[in-house]
């Protein structure tokens, strides 16, 4: 494993508490992806029109497919909060490591204000025409279900409250993603060391927690002051997570190639199946979906190019920082 020093790592108590079970993982499995359900696939149906959405939907189906059982031998490879980060990090050494934090946070900060936002136009639904109109808002399925059964059918209140229940559930599950990789990425260096702080109560990273939710507050109250690229700054916002996404995606998939070659004695706990032809699959198809968001979506692409080259000056500037980093900090743990 490549790390930048060993000589003057010291033993520290950032530990979190240890309370989640396995229905409580899988319900937060669950409940991060649920919220896909209710809100922004409509911005790809207004691109692509409903048939080219339906073979894209299946095209992505089978990239998750894929990298979720290739992800699966990381997860239990390399057990550590740090998530993708640590993954990279193993792998590459702390430049890996930067990128894939560095896009994991962006995926994880960014979505809950996008999530939030939605949230608000489920519980107060406007109106909505044809399918064009129904592309290009925040609340697709509620509006359909209106246009279809009317404002005061059961159906239709039925159905918002099932969306909001799984928006709520994403807004969480996201909200502990996102402040368990910046407290893993302060821990080891890659940010303030102040963020790294747990609450002497509850064992929680409640300034990570802090951090983030600032930067959602400043995005909502942001929502309707900022426009680019003809979206909404909910549309931005969500494409700005996918990017992080994809990116993250990326980078692991290569990880899980290299120290499949670097490290072939490593205890898997669980192996891909078909392996190289699922991670190969999922890394292509993620290339492919990153080439297609960044031609579709250049400006959003340049402000996330923009953030990762910021956060990789940071990086170059804080190597002492990483270098003290305590030793549970790091993958040895």
């Known amino acids: ?128 025409g044809d399918w064009t109109k129904l592309a290009n808002i925040n609340d697709p399925l509620p509006q359909a279900m209106k246009y279809i059964v009317g404002a005061n059918s059961g159906w239709m209140h039925m159905l918002v409250w099932l969306g909001l229940f799984g928006l709520v559930a994403s807004f969480h599950g996201i909200i502990l993603g996102y402040s368990r990789q910046i407290f893993a990425l302060a821990r080891a260096g890659y940010l303030p060391e102040w963020l790294a702080k747990v609450h002497p109560r509850f064992k929680t990273p409640h300034r990570a927690i802090l951090a983030g939710g600032v930067v959602g507050i400043a995005a909502i109250y942001s929502d309707e002051l900022i426009q680019f690229g003809g979206q909404t700054l909910t549309a931005n916002i969500v494409t700005m997570s996918v990017f992080g996404a994809i990116v993250m995606y990326i980078v692991s998939m290569l990880a899980l190639f290299r120290l499949r070659r670097t490290e072939p004695d490593m205890e898997r706990p669980f192996k891909a199946p078909l392996f190289p032809y699922f991670p190969a699959f999922a890394l292509v198809a993620a290339a492919i979906s990153l080439a297609t968001m960044v031609y579709y979506n250049f400006l959003v692409a340049i402000v996330f190019a923009i953030f990762l080259a910021l956060g990789y000056v940071y990086f170059l500037m804080t190597r002492r920082q990483r270098e003290i980093a305590p030793a549970d900090a790091l993958l040895e743990e």
């Open 1 to 128: 494993m490549t790390t930048e020093s060993n000589h003057h790592r010291k033993v520290t108590h950032h530990e979190l508490k240890q309370t989640l079970g396995t229905w409580q993982l899988w319900g937060i499995a669950v409940g991060l992806v649920i919220s896909g359900e209710y809100f922004g696939w409509s911005y790809g149906w207004a691109s692509a029109g409903t048939l080219g959405f339906v073979i894209t939907a299946l095209f992505i189906a089978a990239m998750y497919t894929t990298f979720v059982f290739s992800f699966t031998e990381l997860t239990t490879s390399i057990p550590h909060a740090g998530g993708p980060f640590a993954y990279a990090r193993h792998a590459f050494g702390p430049v890996g490591g930067y990128l894939a934090g560095a896009a994991t946070l962006v995926e994880f900060v960014f979505a809950p204000p996008a999530i939030a936002l939605a949230i608000g136009v489920m519980v107060f639904a406007g109106a909505a």
